[in-house]
């Protein structure tokens, strides 16, 4: 158990609609960091916050949002989903900070999501 | 051009035999750090190993070692005395740079098969 809870594990929902997909970083974390891992994509890097504001950001599409709340949990929000959504939503935390104590980024389980 | 690069799309090892999974990289930021992660049929992403820019060793964790050539650019993972339970994808990843930032880039994995 790497200590980072996502909610849900699987998704199942329709084209053009909205999904919030939902991370809990591990205690101790201020590091949210969002990725995409899709067939054709492989894994894709979408964005970060560090202790609630935004510190990077990836290959994430406009549909997409995210923001980390002050208690530290994340959330992604997929909007107009289209088929080619359908993918595995990794959410990971690190310490965060910098320097080189940020040696580990210990990743959620997932949230599998398909668009019909 | 790409970043992290596996050429080993697929690989097969004999139980309790070591395996060597190859992993290139390309960066011009003298700081940087070389992470590989397993990713079971499960779906998780389980961290396994760090290597930073400016380590002067190899790291190792229990059976896994990082084969860390830097003037080759390569972070190569060793597997010793393979289990049944290593079958899995395997990815190599780069964080450059030591913001706070932790954008890691993926390579396309290579997928383990240890044979009894």
Known sequence: ????????????????????????????????????????????????????EERAKGNILERFSAQQFPDLHSELNLSSLELGDSALYFCASSVGGRGPQNTEAFFGQGTRLTVV | AQKITQTQPGMFVQEKEAVTLDCTYDTSDPSYGLFWYKQP?????????????????????????????????????????????????????MREGMDSSYKLIFGSGTRLLVRP
């Open chain 1, 1 to 52: 158990d790497s200590g980072v809870t996502q909610t849900p594990k699987h998704l199942i929902t329709a084209t053009g609609q909205r999904v919030t997909l939902r991370c809990s970083p591990r205690s101790g974390d201020l590091s949210v960091y969002w990725y995409q891992q899709s067939l054709d994509q492989g894994l894709q890097f979408l964005i970060q916050y560090y202790n609630g």
């Open chain 2, 41 to 93: 049929s499960s779906g998780e992403m389980i961290f396994l190993i760090y290597q930073g820019s400016y380590d002067q060793q190899n790291a190792t964790e229990g059976r896994y070692s990082l084969n860390f050539q830097k003037a080759r650019k390569s972070a190569n993972l060793v597997i010793s005395a393979s289990q049944l339970g290593d079958s899995a994808m395997y990815f190599c990843a």
